[in-house]
């Protein structure tokens, strides 16, 4: 049987060194965001985008810029009203173009 220090196991996922312990959240709030915290140490990279993520952006750029929603750097509501048609269009051509698929 192996030792324990004779192998060394990586988590290269990007979910690796967030948590949802709430103790670890009224911690240090400033690590905080959207009910996770990063763990000590754990380098943030690059989130994974996949066909859902990219679509949910999409809607929520959308209702951001209807004014519908805040937006998340600022925590202020604005509209654009040509930049939410803009992601509903897009969002109208993926539809059509992913039908049946």
Avoid: Y
Avoid at 4 to 32: L, N
Avoid at 34 to 58: C, N, R
């Amino acid at each position: 049987m192996a030792k324990e220090e004779d192998f060394k196991i990586v988590d290269k996922r990007s979910s690796a060194g967030i948590s949802e312990d709430p103790k670890s959240k009224a911690k240090d709030e400033s690590k905080q965001g959207e009910g996770f915290v990063m763990k000590e140490g754990a380098e943030q990279g690059p989130m994974q985008i996949d066909f859902s993520t990219f679509i949910f952006s999409l809607a929520t750029g959308a209702l951001i810029n209807m004014g519908l929603a805040p937006d998340p750097q600022t925590n202020k509501v604005t509209k654009s009203l040509p930049l939410a048609k803009q992601n509903i269009d897009l969002l109208a051509m993926l539809q059509d173009k992913t039908k049946n698929n």
